[in-house]
């Protein structure tokens, strides 16, 4: 509990996850406002007021992540920290926790805040959460923060270098995964077995214009929770190697 | 205590600490001394478990640092003034420590006043001098009230005033029955703040004593001499001592003789002395002839 309080005065005593946090609220929930803005009176669907959520806002919460890491090698924090927690494993996981638990807040008040958006600025249509992959699609947003968080602080830990952190978090999620569906045959069976897409994955809402989310097209292999525990396996895992290299390396 | 055992650090091929065995009493203030690049911060660095030996340990007390349950508690230290988050204020940066280590939130409050920095407490670190980062950073060394206290290079780039505070600072505490342990690559400096050195050169033991003793080893003396008569004087004292003449403005530097005895024999002799006058050689002059061995980079 001590270690989770340190962590939290040194992340809200600097002013990055301020921004970070107004500019995921700004981007997510913006680009809902113009999509239900732009869109035929009475169309908007739940898919649709979560595009924001889970592919553009998320894009700043993995740099929010990465940055809690970062800035304390770029600033060399991170010896202080040491010098007062010499138990580096302890640390770094509460620092995890912290980030991730304050990314999962987030994520639920993006989403629900962009769908809330919607239902007030498009009356007509149906955005009723009534079923359970409805209901998967909006809060399930908040986990998905959440264990990204945990994949940027283990890639953070990893690089030391907001720069490269930051490359590398960004062109893995936006780009490098979506291309590899283009190589032929092979690509969407290899697509099936990526962290983002799996993630993508456990919050399609399938159903009639399954086509147009996310993920489409990709032959996945696990149920939509499966998706969500192969994801945060991942996560998990990096971060296991992350811990045991920062352990072993000199400060 | 600090005891250092036969410690090693290698970074591939280099030697940056090698087979280097040490003891810092408590209750004294110890130098450590040596040229740049000498491998002192790296010592430190083991010492404060951020760095892990190749060979050999050093602990505190017969523990690690990290094996420490409350380590500020213990150890205090400013390995670099800098390692603080530009954007949080001085406040913050030593609450999180506070916190970490179960001190009591007031005690923030205290070292604040301790070094004088209680009117920029909620100011940003980012646009602190580098005199007021010190003392921001000695505040964080100060926070656990500990019997140890670790200091790289303190007056490194300070002003003359913040060179004295610092100085009368570590003798405080010294003179509080703490353990400091302060390097530097001055031992100008290190003369008037340690009772005790350690002087490495190359990542190596030169040697372990009291201040004064290295001093007085370290330093010859030699007597400078003034004379109409410089060239028969000069005859007759080389036959008991070596003498050279000073490039500058030709008086005979002697060594070997002290200086009453140099007047006898130019009384006795009936010499002329326009000049008699004993000399102590630099400390500076004497820390490089001990080091200039081990100095890593030379210019020519």
Not at chain 2, 26 to 34: D, E
């Amino acid at each position: 509990m001590t270690l989770l309080a340190v962590e939290r005065i040194k992340l809200f005593s600097t002013r990055s996850p301020y921004w970070c946090t107004a500019l995921a609220l700004v981007l997510g929930v913006g680009l809902t406002a113009i999509i239900t803005g732009t869109s035929e009176k009475g169309q908007m669907s739940i898919g649709l007021t979560q595009l924001g959520s889970s592919q553009l806002a998320l894009a700043v919460v993995l740099v929010m992540s990465a940055l809690a890491v970062t800035t304390e090698y770029r600033f060399n924090t991170i010896r202080a920290t040491f010098l007062a927690v010499p138990g580096r494993t302890s640390a770094l996981i509460a620092k995890t926790v912290v980030v991730a638990f304050i990314a999962g807040v987030l994520g639920e008040i993006i989403a629900f805040g962009s769908w809330g958006l919607a239902k007030v600025m498009s009356p007509t249509s149906d955005l009723a959460i009534n079923t359970g992959a409805e209901w998967r699609h909006v809060a399930g947003v908040g986990l998905l923060y959440a264990v990204g968080a945990v994949l940027a602080i283990a890639v953070g830990i990893l690089v030391r270098q907001t720069a490269g952190a930051v490359a590398i978090l960004l062109v893995w999620n936006m780009l490098l995964e979506g291309l590899i569906g283009i190589i032929p045959k092979v690509g969407i069976k290899i697509q099936a077995w990526l962290p983002f897409q799996n993630a993508n994955h456990f919050l399609a809402l399938g159903g009639g214009n399954a086509a147009d989310q996310p993920g489409a097209g990709i032959d996945f292999k696990l149920s939509q929770w499966g998706s969500l525990a192969y994801f945060a396996g991942i996560a998990v895992a990096l971060l296991v190697v992350a811990l045991v290299v920062a352990k072993r390396r000199d400060a | 205590m600090i005891q250092a055992v036969r410690l090693r650090k290698h970074y591939g091929r280099t030697k940056a600490v090698d087979d280097l065995s040490f003891t810092v009493k408590p209750g004294r203030v110890t130098g450590f001394l040596g040229p740049n690049g000498a491998g002192k911060s790296t010592t430190m660095r083991m010492i404060l478990g951020l760095d892990t030996p190749t060979g050999g340990d050093v602990t505190i007390d017969g523990k690690y640092y990290t094996e420490l349950k409350q380590p500020l508690r213990k150890v205090g230290a400013l390995l670099d003034a800098k390692w603080v988050h530009p954007n949080r204020s001085a406040r913050a940066h030593l609450k999180w420590m506070a916190v970490s280590n179960k001190i009591p939130a007031s005690r923030v409050d205290e070292v604040l006043e301790i070094v004088g920095l209680t009117e920029v407490a909620h100011k940003k670190a980012g646009g602190f001098s580098l005199g007021m980062s010190q003392r921001l950073g000695i505040a964080g060394a100060l926070l656990g009230d500990p019997e140890v206290l670790l200091f790289d290079e303190p007056v490194n780039g300070l002003d003359p005033e913040g060179i004295l505070w610092i100085r009368q600072f570590m003798h405080r505490l010294a003179d509080e029955g703490r353990t400091v342990f302060v390097s530097s690559h001055l031992l100008s400096e290190m003369a008037q703040t340690a009772q005790d050195l350690i002087v490495i050169g190359k990542g190596q033991l030169i040697s372990q004593t009291t201040t004064e003793q290295f001093i007085s080893d370290a330093t010859q003396d030699h007597v400078r001499v003034r004379s109409p008569h410089a060239v028969k004087l000069r005859e007759i004292l080389a036959a008991n001592a070596t003498v050279t003449e000073d490039a500058v403005d030709g008086a005979l530097v002697v060594h070997g003789i002290p200086a009453p005895q140099i007047g006898e024999i130019a009384a006795e002799n009936q010499i002329v002395l326009h000049e008699l006058s004993p000399q102590r050689g630099s400390l500076e002059e004497a820390f490089m002839q001990l080091t200039k061995e081990s100095v890593e980079y030379h210019a020519h």
